[in-house]
């Protein structure tokens, strides 16, 4: 079965780079997305076809996703963004599958 | 605005059925463009996609639960469910229903509701 691996854990001091990588076998093949999911809140969609943003979330989210691997970056981040992240793809056997989530820590 | 609202028993007994239905509100789930989907996160782990339906009935399902699961629409109430039989103590979860475009991700998602499996 198709299989999105992510790092457990990222820590990004506030106004820093935070990187994201999700790691799948030609996943530069196929659309990554990627979801932002607080504590007790529901997933958001936070970037779409590798690095689209939706209406509202803002420009220091950007994505990008080449070869074996998709990356979320986060630009200059804040408070705010301390969450856990999803990537997720779209493969022709396994249908919907999504990555095993990035533990985002803002120190 | 959209919304998705899930409604079902949040304790199961082991080897029952799960059942849970998700209500759609703001829009038609009669929508030539989308897929409504269920996902579930079990306590303190990650996202997994169950399924999905389309409004004509057409359904697609995780390999992995495909022998225990049944997702159906209702046009008419603007409402598709699920069914995910012989549960275990593994199926406890958060069960999220969610929109999506075909192949596209999803944009809308309901709050969740906590499922236990439990005698």
């Known amino acids: 079965s198709y299989e999105l691996t992510q790092p457990p854990s990222v820590s990004v001091s506030p106004g820093q780079t935070a990187s994201i990588t999700c790691s799948g076998d030609?996943?530069?093949?196929?659309?990554a997305c990627w979801y932002q999911q607080k504590p007790g809140q529901s997933p958001v969609l936070v970037i779409y076809?590798?690095?689209k943003r939706p209406s509202g979330i803002p420009e220091r989210f950007s994505g990008s996703n080449s070869g074996n691997t998709a990356t979320l970056t986060i630009s200059g981040t804040q408070a705010m963004d301390e969450a856990d992240y999803y990537c997720?793809?779209?493969?022709?056997?396994?249908?919907?599958?999504f990555g095993t989530g990035t533990k985002v820590t803002v120190l | 605005q959209l919304q998705l609202q899930e409604s079902g028993p949040g304790l199961v007994k082991p080897s029952e059925t799960l059942s849970l239905t998700c209500t759609v509100s703001?829009?038609?789930?009669?929508?030539?463009?989308?897929?409504w989907g269920w996902i579930r996160q079990p306590p303190g782990k990650g996202l997994e996609w169950i399924g999905s339906i389309y409004y004509s009935g057409s359904t697609y399902y995780n390999p992995s639960l495909k022998s225990r699961v049944t997702i159906s629409v209702d046009t008419s109430k603007n409402q598709f469910s699920l069914k995910l039989s012989s549960v275990t103590a593994a199926d406890t979860a958060v069960y999220y229903c969610a929109r999506s475009g075909a192949r596209n991700p999803f944009d809308y998602w309901g709050q969740g509701t906590l499922v236990t499996v439990s005698s």
């Open positions: 997720q793809a779209w493969d022709s056997s396994n249908l919907y599958v």
């Open positions: 030609k996943l530069g093949d196929k659309y």
């Open positions: 703001g829009g038609s789930i009669s929508s030539s463009s989308y897929y």
């Open positions: 076809q590798d690095s």
